[in-house]
């Protein structure tokens, strides 16, 4: 654990040493979510990670993680999505006439268009109607819409997405104001508008105008967290919980001289801070000037303070305006500036009252300005003068996940929701590989190479598993083989290393390296695949069983390394079984119940087998007579749960019958050959099929491999195949049908005589005896050039009209 490297933000440049406050213990703050709306990709990027790198800390390093999350669950943007929706409820019952209607929609449409799309009223005076926004605005934005950026240099980013989006709004504004469906398709230009007429009209004393938003999308956002296996935060904290707190807080960096009250507010004082010693900006220094992101950390609704005394000092509290909730101060009725939500009650955390933690986390886009002015406050705060105070020693700041270049954001109105992208695109372990294939740190764009190369590497894994399960079940003909390993096939301590175990040492070793190495996923990621690709070699190999071992060793590790990773939600630590685990719990099993099905297939192939004319013989009656039910009594008394081992005794009896029905089809007669085969397929493609099982057919008279593979994935395959065969058979279909018609034309025409075939050419007045045109038309002569090209098509049909009536006769 020492020689742990982390990236680390506020040292920028390679990872450096992780080097805990308290030996085995990592305090950690992570930013959580502004709850006003569903989450989407980008917060999955963020969240998903997070919980990697925190896994790994708790189970492949062994660390004791105290893990705080706050919520933001009062803001700007909360402030105004509440409020706006609640003035939209209110509008909503107003009786409106279908006059009215369409005045109100123009109205809101056009200072929509004054707010967000000025060049549309550039150059006309004249009120934009909505017969002319087209025009307008493809005039004005045409560039941007047909790919290009506003300064027509580069490529297209976060303004160009941005603009497009109003565009969007304003589209939908359109067609909603002509189709008289204005509160159900313009709401995007209708929520600012009302805002600006009526904000002030709310009592907004009643906090549940806002808590009742924030509170359902917390709920949505922690059922996406538990979709995704995102492991929940050890303390949750939500900023309207620690109000006073936060307060109290403003109130000591006011009396230590760091900030300052001006008109209500109170803002932190940059110069002050300085002067004292201390550094502002240390994440990211380049862009403490920049007046953007100043304006994007202070919010939309502080635009409107005044009284700084510096550019870029920051508000710690706000003087609540009309319209905004407030809770009393030594100021006034207010509320908390952005950056004071961290770490709403400081006790929380393990150090000090809260004065120093290991790691802090969040998005990329949050270090400046919201980290940095959290790192100066809380600096502030806690430090002494002339003394330094290290409130953070680890900055981990998540690559943002981008869209055609702009990062994914619902502000921008670019985004997919998680449930969404869970219902229709990912699964959460699908999602989570894509991540993986990343490091931590960096952004990605989600590509179909990328989504393709994920896929590939669940894929192996999955066939993986399977395969040494279904060879270790085969090896040792026991269910035991999946829980205890093959019998009598263990390694001995003295064992040398060499061959695939010194192959998984190693893959070992470089794991360890990797995660090390600033949880280095990706290459985790290509030290499993490179480990299955030298075992499924050997997997490849007959007479493999000396393998075994190694093979179980490398799939017992892999499993582990998955776990730890996240990829097996139904998994929990140690992580020390074979595979996938199993969603159902032995406490849910009743074994009777859960062997059913395999018990079905196999009573339905015994009595279809007895049921053929087979040939006699000692092999086939043992089979015919055979009965599971000794074993499966005898595991179930051995406690065995899993339902998957308590039907292979079924299974292996099916298997084996099916695999001396198929020895035995040569020396059937036709009929019972024909039989056999097709129970045979049954049983393959449906039987076990539809109950996640495959049979794995091998050569060289090999018994048949069970693997248990998910039914969906085994119906979907057969389902593919099958329309497969459709579509080829069909193809076959049409092609015979197009050589049958072609060869009916071909004889059809062959069927003229060539004295005949130019008689109704009316090109041509006159012949020979022949049937060769002499005269044209106007009763020219037919000239040598051409009566040679005649004569070549004469001969030709001369020569098939023999042919049709040497095959069909005539004359």
């Given at each position: 654990?020492?020689?742990?490297?982390?990236?680390?933000?506020?040292?920028?440049?390679?990872?450096?040493?992780?080097?805990?406050?308290?030996?085995?213990k990592?305090?950690w703050?992570?930013?959580?979510?502004?709850?006003?709306?569903?989450?989407?990709?980008?917060?999955?990027?963020?969240?998903?990670?997070t919980?990697?790198?925190?896994?790994?800390?708790?189970?492949?390093?062994?660390?004791?993680?105290?893990?705080?999350?706050?919520?933001?669950?009062?803001?700007?943007?909360?402030?105004?999505?509440?409020?706006?929706?609640?003035?939209?409820?209110?509008?909503?019952?107003?009786?409106?006439?279908?006059?009215?209607?369409?005045?109100?929609?123009?109205?809101?449409?056009?200072?929509?268009?004054?707010?967000?799309?000025?060049?549309?009223?550039?150059?006309?005076?004249?009120?934009?109607?909505?017969?002319?926004?087209?025009?307008?605005?493809?005039?004005?934005?045409?560039?941007?819409?047909?790919?290009?950026?506003?300064?027509?240099?580069?490529?297209?980013?976060?303004?160009?997405?941005?603009?497009?989006?109003?565009?969007?709004?304003?589209?939908?504004?359109?067609?909603?104001?002509?189709?008289?469906?204005?509160?159900?398709?313009?709401?995007?230009?209708?929520?600012?508008?009302?805002?600006?007429?009526?904000?002030e009209?709310?009592?907004?004393?009643?906090?549940?105008?806002?808590?009742?938003?924030?509170?359902?999308?917390e709920?949505?956002?922690?059922?996406?967290?538990?979709?995704?296996?995102?492991?929940?935060?050890?303390?949750?904290?939500?900023?309207?919980?620690?109000?006073?707190?936060?307060?109290?807080?403003?109130?000591?960096?006011?009396?230590?001289?760091?900030?300052?009250?001006?008109e209500?507010?109170?803002?932190?004082?940059?110069?002050?801070?300085?002067?004292?010693?201390?550094?502002?900006?240390?994440?990211?220094?380049?862009?403490?000037?920049?007046?953007?992101?100043?304006?994007?950390?202070?919010?939309?609704?502080?635009?409107?303070?005044?009284?700084?005394?510096?550019?870029?000092?920051?508000?710690?509290?706000?003087?609540?305006?009309?319209?905004?909730?407030?809770?009393?101060?030594?100021?006034?009725?207010?509320?908390?500036?952005?950056?004071?939500?961290?770490?709403?009650?400081?006790?929380?955390?393990r150090?000090?009252?809260?004065?120093?933690?290991?790691?802090?986390?969040?998005?990329?886009?949050?270090?400046?300005?919201h980290?940095?002015?959290?790192?100066?406050?809380?600096?502030?705060?806690?430090?002494?003068?002339?003394?330094?105070?290290?409130?953070?020693?680890?900055f981990?700041?998540?690559?943002h996940?981008?869209?055609?270049?702009?990062?994914?954001?619902?502000?921008?109105?670019?985004?997919?929701?998680?449930?969404?992208?869970?219902?229709?695109?990912?699964?959460a372990r699908?999602?989570?590989?894509?991540?993986?294939?990343?490091?931590?740190?960096?952004?990605?764009?989600?590509?179909?190479?990328?989504?393709?190369?994920?896929?590939?590497?669940?894929?192996?894994v999955?066939?993986?598993?399977?395969?040494?399960?279904?060879?270790?079940?085969?090896?040792?003909?026991?269910?035991?083989?999946?829980?205890?390993?093959?019998?009598?096939?263990?390694?001995?301590?003295?064992?040398?290393?060499?061959?695939?175990?010194?192959?998984?040492?190693q893959?070992?070793?470089?794991?360890?390296?990797?995660?090390s190495n600033?949880?280095?996923?990706?290459?985790?990621?290509?030290?499993?695949?490179?480990?299955?690709?030298?075992?499924?070699?050997?997997?490849?190999?007959?007479?493999?069983?000396?393998?075994?071992?190694?093979?179980?060793?490398?799939?017992?590790?892999?499993?582990?390394?998955v776990?730890?990773?996240?990829?097996?939600?139904?998994?929990?630590p140690?992580?020390?079984?074979?595979?996938?685990?199993?969603?159902?719990?032995?406490?849910?099993?009743?074994?009777?119940?859960?062997?059913?099905?395999?018990q079905?297939?196999?009573?339905?192939?015994l009595?279809?087998?007895?049921?053929?004319?087979?040939?006699?013989?000692?092999?086939?009656?043992?089979?015919?007579?055979?009965?599971?039910?000794?074993?499966?009594?005898?595991?179930?008394?051995?406690?065995?749960?899993?339902?998957?081992?308590?039907?292979?005794?079924?299974?292996?009896a099916?298997?084996?019958?099916?695999?001396?029905?198929?020895?035995?089809?040569p020396?059937?007669?036709?009929?019972?050959?024909?039989?056999?085969?097709?129970?045979?397929?049954?049983?393959?493609?449906?039987?076990?099929?539809?109950?996640?099982?495959?049979?794995?057919?091998?050569?060289?008279?090999?018994?048949?491999?069970?693997?248990?593979?998910?039914?969906?994935?085994?119906i979907?395959?057969?389902?593919?195949?099958?329309?497969?065969?459709?579509?080829?058979?069909?193809?076959?279909e049409?092609?015979?049908?197009?050589?049958?018609?072609?060869?009916?034309?071909k004889?059809?025409?062959?069927?003229?005589?060539?004295?005949?075939?130019?008689?109704?050419?009316?090109?041509?007045?006159?012949w020979?005896?022949?049937?060769?045109?002499?005269?044209?038309?106007d009763?020219?002569e037919?000239?040598?050039?051409?009566?040679?090209?005649?004569?070549?098509?004469?001969?030709?049909q001369?020569?098939?009209?023999?042919?049709?009536?040497?095959?069909?006769?005539?004359?």
């Amino acid at each position: 654990m020492d020689s742990i490297k982390v990236h680390n933000s506020l040292r920028p440049g390679p990872p450096v040493p992780f080097t805990p406050i308290e030996k085995g213990k990592v305090s950690w703050y992570a930013c959580g979510p502004t709850v006003y709306d569903h989450s989407h990709l980008g917060h999955a990027r963020n969240y998903v990670s997070t919980d990697i790198i925190r896994r790994i800390l708790l189970h492949y390093f062994g660390f004791d993680v105290k893990f705080v999350m706050n919520f933001t669950d009062i803001d700007d943007k909360i402030i105004l999505r509440a409020r706006r929706q609640r003035l939209l409820e209110v509008e909503k019952a107003k009786q409106y006439t279908e006059v009215e209607l369409a005045e109100l929609g123009t109205t809101a449409f056009r200072a929509y268009a004054k707010n967000n799309l000025p060049k549309l009223l550039e150059g006309d005076d004249s009120p934009l109607g909505l017969d002319e926004y087209i025009r307008r605005r493809d005039t004005a934005y045409g560039q941007v819409l047909a790919g290009g950026t506003l300064t027509g240099e580069g490529k297209p980013g976060d303004d160009e997405a941005k603009l497009k989006m109003h565009i969007s709004n304003m589209n939908y504004a359109v067609d909603a104001i002509r189709n008289n469906q204005l509160f159900s398709g313009a709401e995007e230009i209708l929520l600012p508008y009302f805002d600006s007429l009526y904000k002030e009209s709310l009592d907004t004393s009643d906090q549940t105008i806002f808590t009742s938003l924030t509170q359902l999308m917390e709920n949505e956002f922690t059922k996406d967290m538990d979709a995704l296996n995102v492991l929940r935060p050890d303390v949750v904290t939500r900023v309207t919980e620690y109000v006073p707190q936060i307060a109290s807080f403003v109130e000591r960096v006011v009396d230590k001289g760091f900030a300052y009250e001006a008109e209500g507010s109170v803002y932190f004082d940059i110069a002050a801070f300085e002067k004292a010693g201390n550094i502002y900006a240390r994440l990211r220094p380049e862009s403490r000037n920049d007046k953007v992101l100043q304006e994007e950390g202070e919010g939309s609704l502080g635009k409107s303070l005044g009284g700084k005394r510096g550019p870029s000092d920051f508000a710690l509290w706000k003087k609540s305006k009309p319209g905004e909730p407030y809770w009393p101060s030594a100021w006034g009725n207010g509320r908390p500036g952005w950056h004071m939500y961290v770490i709403c009650d400081p006790s929380l955390l393990r150090y000090g009252n809260g004065s120093r933690m290991d790691l802090h986390s969040g998005g990329i886009d949050l270090a400046f300005p919201h980290h940095d002015n959290e790192l100066a406050q809380s600096e502030a705060y806690f430090c002494e003068h002339g003394h330094e105070h290290t409130w953070v020693n680890n900055f981990l700041h998540m690559g943002h996940l981008s869209i055609s270049g702009s990062k994914m954001s619902k502000s921008l109105k670019n985004f997919q929701t998680i449930k969404d992208a869970l219902a229709t695109t990912y699964t959460a372990r699908s999602m989570r590989i894509v991540f993986l294939h990343g490091r931590w740190n960096d952004g990605v764009e989600i590509t179909p190479s990328m989504r393709t190369q994920a896929d590939t590497w669940e894929t192996t894994v999955n066939n993986f598993f399977t395969n040494v399960k279904s060879l270790l079940v085969e090896a040792n003909d026991t269910t035991a083989a999946i829980t205890n390993g093959a019998k009598g096939l263990t390694i001995t301590e003295n064992e040398p290393v060499e061959g695939l175990l010194a192959d998984l040492e190693q893959a070992k070793k470089d794991v360890d390296a990797a995660l090390s190495n600033s949880f280095d996923t990706p290459q985790v990621i290509r030290v499993i695949a490179d480990i299955i690709r030298k075992a499924n070699i050997r997997i490849g190999t007959p007479n493999n069983i000396s393998e075994l071992p190694a093979l179980e060793s490398i799939a017992r590790w892999v499993t582990k390394i998955v776990g730890i990773l996240g990829l097996d939600a139904n998994a929990t630590p140690p992580y020390e079984g074979l595979g996938w685990a199993s969603a159902i719990t032995s406490a849910d099993i009743d074994p009777t119940t859960a062997v059913k099905p395999y018990q079905a297939v196999y009573n339905s192939v015994l009595a279809d087998a007895k049921a053929l004319d087979l040939p006699t013989s000692e092999t086939l009656s043992n089979l015919l007579s055979q009965s599971p039910e000794s074993e499966f009594g005898s595991l179930v008394e051995a406690g065995v749960r899993d339902p998957e081992q308590l039907g292979l005794p079924y299974l292996r009896a099916t298997s084996k019958l099916r695999d001396e029905l198929r020895r035995i089809v040569p020396s059937s007669s036709p009929e019972t050959k024909k039989a056999i085969l097709s129970l045979s397929d049954r049983i393959r493609d449906f039987d076990l099929t539809n109950i996640g099982v495959y049979l794995d057919d091998r050569p060289d008279g090999q018994p048949s491999l069970i693997k248990f593979i998910p039914a969906a994935e085994l119906i979907a395959a057969r389902d593919d195949k099958a329309a497969k065969d459709a579509e080829k058979a069909k193809a076959k279909e049409e092609a015979r049908l197009a050589r049958e018609k072609a060869e009916a034309e071909k004889w059809e025409k062959a069927k003229v005589a060539p004295q005949e075939m130019f008689k109704n050419d009316e090109r041509y007045s006159e012949w020979d005896v022949e049937g060769m045109p002499t005269k044209l038309k106007d009763g020219s002569e037919v000239s040598k050039g051409q009566l040679k090209k005649l004569k070549k098509e004469w001969d030709r049909q001369n020569k098939v009209h023999g042919e049709y009536l040497t095959k069909f006769g005539g004359s």
